[in-house]
């Protein structure tokens, strides 16, 4: 359920990157989320994943705390909730946990550092986002992340290397997918 496109992040290969102003965005309001989830269920799944673009505020993580309540509440404890909504505190990660949360999806897209600051600007920090994936790691998720294929400037070594940082950081889930330039991005 992807209930938000409104993110803060400016990712230079990303169409919902915050300086995108051709997207229509939307964000879905707390019942509409519930209402999804409930069907899901009914429907015979056993886990959602709930994903957003990246906001980092007190008043969003209160939102997806009361989002994560009520899915506990309504589905019960062994209702798999999965979360996908970029980089947060230790402290926002261990709250989510706490009000029902299993898994986290966080992807590096890199693990190439110098790679990584190339498509990304300079307010993101590879250092934050190898730490964001540790800190779920302690408190108890089971953790996803993943890189791009086919980045422009991407060697062999590069994603051999990218098998080497899942090994090291030893997560639970692993996706690789390939780079699609989206023509409303720098690097589109």
């Not at 990660?93 to 600007?121: F, M, N, V």
Request: charge should be negative; charged fraction near 25%; glycine fraction near 8%.
């Amino acid at each position: 359920i992807e209930w938000s496109n409104v993110c803060s992040k400016n990712c230079f290969y990303c169409g919902i990157r915050h300086g995108n102003n051709i997207v229509s965005r939307y964000r879905m309001t707390e019942d509409e989320i519930i209402r999804l989830v409930e069907k899901a269920r009914l429907e015979g799944y056993g886990n959602v994943v709930l994903q957003s673009g990246e906001i980092e505020s007190e008043s969003n993580a209160l939102f997806v705390e009361r989002v994560l309540k009520k899915i506990a509440s309504t589905c019960g404890p062994s209702f798999g909730i999965t979360l996908s909504l970029g980089e947060q505190s230790e402290d926002v990660y261990k709250r989510w946990r706490q009000a029902g949360a299993h898994r986290y999806l966080l992807r590096i897209e890199t693990s190439d550092r110098k790679l990584y600051e190339k498509i990304h600007p300079p307010q993101c920090s590879y250092e934050r986002r190898r730490e964001c994936i540790r800190s779920l790691s302690r408190l108890g998720y089971q953790v996803g992340t993943g890189v791009m294929c086919a980045l422009p400037g991407q060697t062999i070594e590069s994603l051999a290397d990218d098998i080497c940082f899942f090994a090291d950081e030893n997560v639970d889930m692993i996706g690789m997918g390939p780079y699609i330039p989206h023509e409303e991005t720098p690097m589109g």
